[in-house]
């Protein structure tokens, strides 16, 4: 037993556990109006299985968006299981929750951040959503996209 309380590590936790629940949801009854999400994750995070071809095009992290089509949605406690539509072509994947490192809702202005830092901050809700890159990437792409997208974040680190 310790001498104290890890917030940091609960707070991560239930923030995952909230994202599991959200999924849950949306694999029983769709996502409602015009939600969509940003999912950011490590692809070289133990437990990450994706194609081939996007393991070598993202080696290192890849943003998944689910909005138009999407199938299989399984979730289970520590990971989700998805097919998104990449070029025509169905992709099912596998992404565990503790290889996300962004998951964003731009339609109401929610995310959430999981870092990985040596300090004991384990992430925690993003601040100021609106000024995100996330929101960014909405406003200038609002056209409905039939396939997945894959959306680097390279130019928007700091």
Not at 23 to 43: N, S, V
């Amino acid at each position: 037993m310790t001498d104290t309380i890890d917030y940091a590590q609960l707070m991560h936790n239930a923030m995952r556990g909230l994202m599991a629940d959200l999924l849950r949801k949306i694999g029983k009854d769709g996502l409602p109006g015009e939600h969509h999400f940003f999912i950011c994750f490590d692809t070289k995070h133990p437990g990450v299985d994706i194609a081939g071809w996007l393991q070598e095009r993202y080696p290192d992290e890849m943003t998944i968006v689910i909005q138009h089509w999407f199938d299989n949605l399984v979730v289970m406690d520590d990971r989700f299981s998805i097919t998104l539509n990449f070029n025509d072509t169905p992709e099912p994947m596998v992404i565990p929750f503790d290889a996300i490192k962004t998951f964003v809702d731009p339609t109401v202005e929610f995310g959430l951040r999981f870092d990985e830092d040596t300090d004991g901050d384990n992430g925690g809700p993003i601040e100021d959503v609106p000024e995100s890159p996330m929101m960014e990437i909405k406003e200038k792409d609002d056209a409905p996209k039939s396939d997945a997208e894959v959306i680097s974040l390279d130019s928007f680190r700091k």
